[in-house]
């Protein structure tokens, strides 16, 4: 779940991430393969980018997306104008919604900041309908995300004190086996988990770098906590060792683990 301390600037989120998140968004619906008109939960709805897809892919009859930042809540409402779209301020552990309310809840990219997935999932139990499905996706932040992690790969090497902000190792959860344990041990059904890789290209090293001075995520965060002169050997060393082709363009994956189940 985001918080306001790291997810402030919605238009900062979407040069960082939520571009990404996008086309991981329409290979994760296409999975779930849900029938046309269902009631839909986007947790931590952040700027309303996965509620946007779910609106243009599943046919809902209504998207609800909860999110604690007030300002991500405004960015989503002015963005997303569809009726059937709505956005309201709430937690994981405190939904603001009643039992049975959606058929399906789905947590992009939020699963590794619930404080307590265990009573978030408990959480999302309640307001799905039994046999409804509950699913998210987080990034494979230790592995296949590269965008982050030769990012942190490269800050670690200059700066082994930058373990302590790298989220392949505070993020245990966001791989195969703790995600499957997560869903299982909440009581779902027929959990299932599968990555979803996509290229993410950037035209140019600048295209890359400059997301990383927005402050807007735990990476950004911690390159804004450096000083110039050391933010300065972190982007060269970047430059030095980021696979760029003659065009300047770098092309790099993001693999994003994929969890779902059913509400008995």
């Known amino acids: 779940m985001t918080t306001t301390g790291l997810w402030a600037d919605g238009d900062a989120y979407e040069r960082w991430i939520g571009r990404w998140s996008r086309p991981v968004a329409i290979e994760f619906l296409a999975w779930l393969g849900q029938p046309d008109g269902r009631r839909w939960l986007d947790l931590g709805s952040g700027t309303g980018a996965l509620t946007e897809t779910v609106l243009a892919a599943a046919a809902p009859a209504s998207v609800v997306g909860v999110e604690p930042s007030a300002m991500f809540v405004a960015h989503a409402r002015a963005r997303v104008l569809d009726r059937r779209a709505s956005f309201l301020e709430g937690t ?88 499957r344990a997560a869903f299982e041990d909440a009581g779902l059904a027929e959990v299932e988990v599968r990555p979803i890789e996509i290229p993410t290209v950037f035209t140019s090293f600048d295209d890359y770098w400059t997301p990383f001075l927005s402050g807007t995520a735990p990476a950004p965060r911690y390159a804004m906590s450096l000083s110039e002169a050391e933010r300065g050997r972190l982007r060269e060393l970047l430059r030095a060792t980021l696979p760029t082709k003659d065009d300047g363009s770098i092309h790099l994956v993001a693999r994003a683990w994929a969890v779902r189940g059913r509400n008995p």
């Not at 307590?116 to 799905?128: N, Y």
């Open 92 to 179: 994981a552990g405190a939904l603001p919604l009643g039992p049975g309310s959606v058929d399906v809840a789905v947590a992009g990219l939020v699963l590794n900041f619930v404080p307590d997935l265990s009573a978030g999932l408990t959480e999302l139990r309640r307001v799905v309908v039994p046999g409804g499905t509950i699913a998210g996706y987080v990034w494979d932040y230790a592995g296949r995300m590269e965008i982050i992690r030769r990012f942190f790969d490269a800050a670690i090497e200059l700066d082994p004190a930058a373990e302590a902000a790298d989220e392949g190792l505070r993020f245990s959860i966001c791989a195969p086996g703790p995600l």
